[in-house]
């Protein structure tokens, strides 16, 4: 009991260095843990850019694996990584469809034909409901669906190189998805 | 060119003042929930505003939800799980109550009953010690014979 009594001090400190070195060296404190993954896409019914009269909804986009991107011509991040995105569309078989989030849909058309459109097709958020449900919190943001549906993993910021090959590549292989372009050893 | 700046320097206020939305609600119970909600719920984007205070488009978009789910006469306990399951217990400034967070609502009271502990340990102890010091009839007579001794050599 006495001898306890004398580590308790070193057991205090050991807790507390510890809740430290977690709090301030291992989260980026703007990264938020996303609510969202391992639950079904929220249910949405949007007209898209490509056809502003014929709304398309969640079942459209099931099926198969697919990527969702939420960008905006506003965002500077979103031109930053959509070289990436262009790549991904033209080197592999999985389907990148767009949320066009509060943006001016004759800028965002325009936008595509100047820098190239990697989407099957972008829904048009105007007034952010879709990206409320979706948790979006800042654009780009760019999410993992399964083929049923259910969200599998979610990036916020530009999804880059190393991003697809680290991260987004092997939740995609998991899927049952096959690269054969990348190294065995990548992920 | 001075009332010109004259007039700029007044037009300025109503600049900075177009920055809080409006919103309209039918009582004035709405409203004071709208404003307790948005007090009480974090802004996402940044680190430590709440929605009240933040000037982030987001932030402007979940007040809209939230005064639109007041408007519709939602629960303050919808309106609150409703951006919980968006945005996740960041978004609460008032943590629930799950064993994640048993530590932050407990570890205070714990402590609390540590220290008392701990005081009650001690002062039992200090008596103790202070019990053994006690002296029986035959030893206090001998103090105070002695004491008697020492004050009349004194004098």
């Known amino acids: 009991m006495r001898r306890l009594a004398l580590l308790l001090p070193l057991l205090l400190f050991v807790a507390i260095a510890f809740m430290l070195w977690r709090g301030f060296s291992l989260e980026d404190p703007h990264k938020l843990p996303s609510a969202l993954i391992d639950r079904p896409l929220p249910a949405f019914s949007l007209p898209t850019l490509e056809r502003p009269d014929v709304p398309v909804t969640k079942a459209d986009l099931t099926g198969r694996p697919f990527l969702l991107n939420v960008w905006a011509t506003w965002c500077p991040t979103c031109r930053a990584e959509h070289s990436e995105l262009e790549r991904i569309a033209a080197e592999h078989a999985v389907p990148i469809f767009g949320v066009n989030y509060k943006d001016d849909p004759a800028e965002a058309v325009r936008w595509l034909a100047r820098y190239g459109d990697p989407y099957v097709l972008s829904v048009i958020d105007a007034d952010g409901s879709f990206g409320i449900d979706l948790g979006v919190y800042g654009a780009p943001e760019t999410f993992v669906v399964d083929a049923g549906g259910v969200i599998r993993y979610k990036r916020v910021g530009a999804v880059d190189r190393r991003v697809w090959e680290e991260e987004i590549a092997p939740v995609l292989r998991e899927l049952g998805m096959e690269f054969d372009d990348l190294p065995a050893g990548a992920g | ?155």
Not at chain 2, 5 to 14: D, E, H, M, S
Not at chain 2, 59 to 85: K, N, Q
Not at chain 2, 93 to 111: D, E, K, M, N, Q
Request: charged share 25%; with cysteine.
């Open chain 2, 1 to 155: 060119m001075r009332r010109l700046l004259l007039v700029l320097l007044c037009l300025g206020p109503l600049v900075a003042g177009a920055a809080i939305d409006l919103q309209e609600f039918d009582t004035p119970a709405q409203e004071a929930r709208y404003h307790a909600l948005i007090d009480e719920l974090r802004c996402p984007k940044c680190l430590n505003t709440n929605l009240s205070g933040s000037d982030s488009p987001i932030s402007a978009d979940l007040r809209r939800t939230v005064a639109r789910m007041v408007r519709e006469g939602r629960s303050d306990e919808e309106i609150r799980s409703y951006l919980l399951e968006r945005y996740g217990d960041f978004i609460l400034y008032r943590p629930r109550v799950t064993p994640a967070t048993w530590l932050l609502w407990f570890g205070p009271a714990v402590l609390l009953l540590v220290g008392a502990v701990v005081i009650v340990l001690m002062v039992r102890r200090q008596r103790r010690a202070a019990g053994a010091a006690d002296l029986s009839p035959e030893e206090a007579e001998r103090l105070a014979r002695l004491r008697a001794a020492t004050d009349a050599s004194r004098s």
